[in-house]
């Protein structure tokens, strides 16, 4: 069973830093890329960043670019967001996603999800 | 970036009743395009995928269709258990984007 364990959620400072984890089981971590989503309290979704299954490839919401580090332990099966520079709408439950690639694509869709971390910015 | 826009963001129906949600794209996506039924305090859960294709153990009462830039997702007979947000994304290139939701409450 695939389980998505996200951690390091809480309250930081505008400017201040915050690292998430997401640990990951039940399936060969480093065989498929994963990916960060989030959502603003009463808000939609918003994709964030994903790494390829090597780490080799990163990619980025326009809106976090600079910002945030997408990184990944493969002898760990944990996957990371170093936020920096938060600021108030950086606040959000940012959820770990496992993307199933279909067709020619990479990405795919979002198949699996944590259950998400919070993020507080303010002052 | 491609721009993901649904329609409508909120509706009220009855249990029984068949609804329609559409979703533009701003640009042809092929048929990279996902549904998610989000209900309140819950991670999304993947519905329809490849615009069409029905995730395992989803009710065959949603289906999906569309390609290049138009998508619906059909509900042909709403249930209690429907009344969540719905989601479209689109998956054709970097950035990933998702419609803006579409709430659908219980009239």
């Known amino acids: 069973e695939v389980q998505l364990l996200e951690s390091g959620g809480g309250w930081v400072q505008p400017g201040g830093s915050l690292r998430l984890s997401c640990a990951a089981s039940?399936?060969?971590?480093?065989?498929?890329?994963m990916s960060w989503v989030r959502q603003s309290p009463g808000k939609g979704l918003e994709w964030v960043s994903a790494?390829?299954?090597?780490?080799?490839?990163?990619y980025y919401a326009d809106s976090v670019k600079g910002r945030f580090t997408i990184s990944r332990d493969n002898s760990k099966n944990t996957l990371y967001l170093q936020m920096n520079s938060l600021r108030a709408e950086d606040t959000a439950v940012y959820y770990c996603?496992?993307?199933?690639?279909?067709?020619?694509?990479?990405?795919?869709?979002?198949?699996?999800w944590g259950q998400g971390t919070l993020v507080t910015v303010s002052s | 970036d491609i721009q993901m826009t649904q329609s409508p963001s909120s509706l009220s129906a009855s249990v029984g009743d068949r609804l329609t949600i559409t979703c533009r794209a701003s640009?042809?996506?092929?048929?990279?395009l996902n549904w998610y039924q989000q209900k309140p305090g819950k991670a999304p859960k993947l519905l329809i995928y490849?615009?069409?294709s029905l995730e395992g153990g989803v009710p065959s009462r949603f289906s999906g269709s569309g390609s290049g830039t138009d998508f619906t997702l059909t509900i042909s007979s709403l249930q209690p258990e429907d009344f969540a947000t719905y989601y479209c994304?689109?998956?054709?290139?970097?950035?990933?984007?998702f419609g803006q939701g579409t709430r659908l409450e219980i009239k």
């Open positions: 996603t496992k993307p199933r690639p279909y067709g020619t694509g990479w990405y795919g869709c979002d198949h699996y």
């Open positions: 039940g399936f060969t971590f480093s065989s498929y890329a």
């Open positions: 790494i390829s299954g090597s780490g080799g490839a990163t």
């Open positions: 640009q042809s996506i092929s048929t990279y």
């Open positions: 490849a615009a069409s």
């Open positions: 994304q689109q998956s054709l290139r970097t950035p990933i984007t």
